[in-house]
């Protein structure tokens, strides 16, 4: 009963809390602490459900055993980092979005590749990932490169729809007035399209992040080495290791904010001009 009350003395609070801030002038700090409270709140609830309710670990650890299982297995879960996250989601990310990149130059050069190969692009956007990794497993073997090209193929189409929208997101009277500057296409393309283009160039790129961490931890399931996130995700299920897998789940859950957040950052500082970001301090 103690532990049901603590969790619900904790909702309160936290409650509380966030309308004080959610009433004080909009800044970096107020805006850090929200979510922060809100997910110290959660956890709190989360552990006293856990041991108010008596809930079996095997259906749901507390954060409590997460973080025991956490440090004792520290070395398994950085060695599953590099292999999915580094080797796998990140090399194949760089691959993907790079050569989507390169394809939208070509397919805004030649109009009659945008007809053609965009539709072709959603039809294969649209392909369910279990369809398509285990033919790329068998491909590629067994290590982390068919992961990676797992997630080449996933984040390539979103990638390419993106920045081919934006490298179109220019007005007549922008290109009018290159033209009247004598500006080539390449000229035109570095200097007026590819900047306008950089808001969608993003936003692909921040949907290729999390579709990359995605496709390769489930890639994993597929066929896998001793090791990697989606490896130890379901040998651990299989052994009932359910605070190993929730301790994964974690460091997936971080490496993908992380990874998210940077591109954010990114953004930032490159599109500081446009209109989407001049409410951020």
Known sequence: MMWILLGIAAWIAGWALNIRLAGRPRSRA??????????????????????GFGI??????????????????????????VQTVIKGALTGYLIGCAAALVVAV?????????????????FVAALPIIGIAPILVMWFGFDWQSKAAVVVVMVFFPMLVNAVEGLRDTSAMQRDLMRTYAAGYWT?????????????????????????????IV???????????????????????????????????IA???FYGGIALIERAVTFWHPSQRGHG
Do not use: C, Y
């Open 219 to 253: 890639a994993e399931f597929f066929g896998s080495p001793i090791r990697g996130m989606g490896f130890r995700i379901s040998t651990s299920v299989g052994l009932l290791a359910l605070d190993l897998v929730w301790a994964e789940i974690v460091v997936a859950a």
């Open 256 to 258: 993908g904010s992380a």
């Open 30 to 51: 107020v805006s850090l602490a929200v979510p922060v409270i809100f997910g110290a709140t959660l956890i709190v609830m989360w552990e006293a459900a856990v041991r």
């Open 56 to 81: 079996s670990p095997v259906l749901l650890p507390a954060p409590s055993a997460i973080a025991e299982e956490f440090g004792h297995s520290a070395h398994l879960l950085r060695e599953d980092f």
């Open 188 to 216: 035109t393309l570095l200097k007026l399209r590819l900047p306008a283009a950089m808001p969608f160039v993003f936003n692909g790129l921040k949907i290729a992040s999390t579709l990359a961490l995605i496709g390769a």
């Open 106 to 122: 070509i397919v805004d050069r030649f109009d009659f590749l945008r007809r053609g190969l965009l539709p072709v692009g959603n």
